[in-house]
């Protein structure tokens, strides 16, 4: 995740879901330097924090990825429904294969993120409060970028 999120932060900006500055370029290797920097001091500062911050972040970030593998996953058989004559350089010989691997995988791999996240019973773990916060901080940025937009 530390490495792939200057060049997300570079996406972002150039897309207008970010602000310009974070895609500014290094003009001698054309890296988006203050994405790197961002993305840099962010880990610095979680790792000066100790074990007890980076668990659930870490934990958190799991349980994104998880979610969104499934995502991607569903909307690839959605594309598969919505648009079956589209152009596909290689076809699965028996497609139930495909989507029985599909929900195997993601079941797996949900209950080896959610599993132990659940094993705290005292409440709300903290790493699914950080998700809930996370999807609705992102949520209302959406919105406020989207109306920007408009």
């Known amino acids: ?41 962010s880990g610095l500062g979680v790792a000066l924090l100790g074990r007890g911050a980076i668990d659930p972040l870490v934990a958190a970030a799991s349980i994104t990825l998880v979610a969104t593998f ?24 028996t497609p139930w294969i495909a989507r029985f691997a599909v929900a195997v995988s993601a079941i797996l791999l949900l209950l080896s993120v959610v599993g132990p996240s659940l094993e705290h019973r005292q409440g709300i773990p903290v790493e699914w409060g950080l998700v809930v916060g996370w999807v609705v901080l992102g949520a209302v940025y959406r919105r406020h970028v989207q109306s920007r937009m408009i």
């Open 1 to 41: 995740m530390l490495f792939a999120g200057s060049r997300v932060l570079f996406a972002m900006s150039a897309t207008g879901l970010a602000p310009s500055g974070w895609g500014t370029l290094s003009r001698t290797r054309g890296t988006p330097i203050r994405a790197i920097w961002l993305v840099a001091l």
């Open 70 to 93: 499934v995502v991607v996953c569903l909307a690839l058989l959605k594309l598969r429904k919505l648009q079956p004559n589209a152009y596909r350089p290689y076809r699965v010989p």
